[in-house]
């Protein structure tokens, strides 16, 4: 093992998932050096996704910044830990291309704020599924933003038409966006068919149980979608 080229020992480890790749940090005193270099290696955790269950993988993740802010993916299990352990984290890495809050039920606007903040311009899919107490004002921050976000999925969140027309006032969401999930948010009404309907890059749009969704006025939604296939 001590005689592999570093190149080699990244392959190795670009094999490795998150967890196994934290448990070898944590034994780095035990590694050939050769593993030892590589393990700090950019190329290894870039394409990692680091799925953060407790507040355990939190202080293992920021025992081991100098490795984990190389990753770009990162998804949280629903109330796991707070927003302030959350923030203490991704304000440490680097570059976040995708990021998965779903089903934080105490999650806030300001901290989503935060978040959109730092890594926004760098963000290209997002999911804040079941956040319920997320308002019109986390949309009109993505909009603000997200310059270069692809897919957004806001399902079974507590905003309104009028957060909707806050997105769609982008032009970087209008030319950037291409798949939407806005299903089951029961406070949005028949005034989100106009700005629906000026999201013209969309290829995927999720209207789920939304009793004012049908085939009457579903052509105005999507009939300016001209890349519309699902």
């Not at 606007?109 to 997320?134: A, M, P, Y």
């Not at 993505?142 to 897919?151: A, D, L, M, P, Y």
């Not at 966006?177 to 299903?183: A, G, M, Q, R, T």
Request: proline letters at 2%; glycine letters at 4%.
């Amino acid at each position: 093992m001590e005689e592999l080229p570093i190149e080699i020992a990244c392959s190795v480890l670009k094999h490795l998932n998150f967890n196994e790749l934290i448990n070898i940090c944590n034994a780095e005193r035990k590694l050939p050096v050769n593993f030892k270099y590589a393990i700090k290696e950019k190329r290894v955790w870039k394409q990692k996704a680091l799925h953060i269950k407790s507040i355990g993988d939190v202080k293992k993740c920021l025992k081991n910044i100098s490795s984990i802010m190389n990753c770009t993916k990162v998804s949280f299990s629903s109330g796991s830990v707070t927003a302030k352990e959350m923030l203490s984290l991704l304000n440490a890495i680097e570059t976040i291309e995708k990021l998965s809050l779903e089903n934080f039920i105490n999650l806030d606007d300001q901290t989503v704020e935060q978040i959109l903040e730092k890594h926004g311009r760098t963000l290209r899919h997002l999911s804040l599924k079941g956040c319920q107490n997320l308002t019109n004002f986390t949309m009109e921050k993505i909009g603000w933003n997200c310059t270069k976000i692809v897919s957004i999925d806001m399902s079974e969140c507590s905003f309104s038409a009028a957060g909707l027309e806050l997105l769609a006032e982008s032009d970087n969401i209008i030319r950037s966006l291409k798949y939407l999930d806005v299903s089951k948010c029961y406070l949005l009404d028949q005034g989100s068919i106009l700005p629906l309907s000026r999201l013209t890059g969309l290829q995927s749009l999720s209207l789920r149980n939304l009793e004012w969704v049908n085939s009457n006025n579903l052509p105005y939604i999507i009939g300016n979608c001209l890349n519309i296939h699902k």
